[in-house]
T-cell receptor, first 115, second 112 residues
């Protein structure tokens, strides 16, 4: 089944404790992206990647890191999480046949709470 | 920066009625997309309309795009209770091929 998977789905952590949220897609998509969703603010793009070893900042990249060593994986790293990073995070990927910012396929989301 | 602004923020209708949601944006776009999100879940792509298209249909969905007014509308005809969800527009700006900017969404409630 074609899908985007994220792990973990739920995470409660404490300020300053490094964490990684994994994202994997099995559709051979070149483009992958991370978003955070907060009440009243909609979805905001954190980072995106056009292809392996190519990443770019979205609108809210501060406090986050990403890497794209393989086409299928695009982990989101929080080196020193803070309470303002408490949010619902979504990973998405896009087909190379239809353009980089065409139809996005979303993962199920990761709900992160930073205490 | 917020590209897509949606209107209304919330909409409540009876089953069988039509629902219309609007999206306005600021810069020239490559395409505009509409997504649906059921409570707390991942977004599901509904329809994409390119900047050179004016109208597109998919089942009970009809999307229009007016690039001169920088606006789009999503019409859901003959709504069902299962259409209850949040709906988001997203724009891909020309020149920023990697960035996709979402609006804040319209929450639709369809009462049975």
């Amino acid at each position: 089944e074609a899908q985007v998977t994220q792990n973990p789905r739920y995470l409660i952590t404490v300020t300053g404790k490094k964490l990684t949220v994994t994202c994997s897609q099995n559709m051979n998509h070149e483009y992958m992206s991370w978003y955070r969703q907060d009440p009243g603010l909609g979805l905001r793009q954190i980072y995106y990647s056009m292809n392996v070893e190519v990443t770019d900042k979205g609108d809210v990249p501060e406090g986050y890191k990403v890497s794209r060593k393989e086409k299928r994986n695009f982990p989101l790293i929080l080196e020193s999480p803070s309470p303002n990073q408490t949010s619902l995070y979504f990973c998405a990927s896009s087909s190379p046949r239809t353009g980089r910012t065409d139809t996005q396929y979303f993962g199920p989301g990761t709900r992160l709470t930073v205490l | 920066s917020q590209q897509g602004e949606e209107d209304p923020q919330a909409l409540s209708i009876q089953e069988g009625e039509n629902a219309t949601m609007n999206c306005s944006y600021k810069t020239s776009i490559n395409n505009l997309q509409w997504y649906r999100q059921n409570s707390g879940r991942g977004l599901v792509h509904l329809i994409l309309i390119r900047s050179n298209e004016r109208e597109k249909h998919s089942g009970r969905l009809r999307v229009t795009l007016d690039t001169s007014k920088k606006s789009s509308s999503l019409l859901i005809t003959a709504s069902r209770a299962a259409d209850t969800a949040s709906y988001f527009c997203a724009t891909a700006a020309i020149g920023n091929t990697g960035k996709l900017i979402f609006g804040q969404g319209t929450t639709l409630q369809v009462k049975p």
